[in-house]
């Protein structure tokens, strides 16, 4: 079994091929040392323009994006899980925090004020507080990206889904 993902294009229209760009998540299990509990090592990624922009998307330039992903409730200790999320660069728009529910805790990462094009990746540590990991992470994505100039165009997507880890293998931290 590969590594799970799911991939975002956006906009979602009739006929894109390949719109402003895309949004992705990828998740592998970490197998730690005896005596620790496994871990997640999750990757978002969001790629506005250059290479990901087909006509007539090009020039746009993302104002923000903001991924959200959750266990599901029947999971064990869907409220006392710990993410760990590393900042993508100097950005002073970052943040990451939690949004509880009564059943789950959804962990939701944002980037503000990107105006920049490119690949971005939030690389994110799921850590839960047992033995085993959930069978699945709900995940949201929306972005916000623009069009400068008189003519210009803001345009917002979003996608969700869910990211299967049913079987996923691990590798050790040292690999």
């Not at 592998?28 to 990624?45: A, K, Y």
């Not at 998307?57 to 993410?83: C, L, V």
């Not at 094009?117 to 623009?146: D, H, M, N, R, W």
Request: charged residues 25%; contains cysteine.
């Amino acid at each position: 079994m590969g590594f799970p993902e799911i991939l975002w294009r956006y906009p979602r229209r009739e006929g894109d091929e390949d719109g402003i760009g895309y949004a992705a998540v990828e998740a592998r299990r970490v197998d730690r040392l005896e005596g620790r509990f496994p871990t997640l090592s999750l990757q978002f990624n969001s790629t506005i323009g250059g290479l990901a922009a087909d006509e007539p998307y090009e020039g746009y330039r993302p104002d923000w994006f903001r991924f959200r992903f959750e266990p599901p409730s029947s999971y064990e200790k869907a409220t006392s899980y710990a993410t760990r999320v590393e900042p993508p660069g100097q950005w002073k728009g970052f943040s990451t925090y939690y949004d509880r529910k009564s059943t789950t805790k959804r962990t939701v990462i944002e980037l503000r004020d990107v105006q920049t094009q490119g690949t971005i990746i939030v690389p994110a540590v799921f850590a839960p507080t047992t033995e085993s990991l959930p069978k699945t992470l709900y995940c949201q994505f929306t972005v916000q990206a623009s069009h400068p100039g008189i003519a210009g165009k803001t345009v917002r997507a979003s996608g969700e889904g869910n990211l299967p880890l049913d079987g996923l293998r691990g590798f050790s931290a040292s690999d």
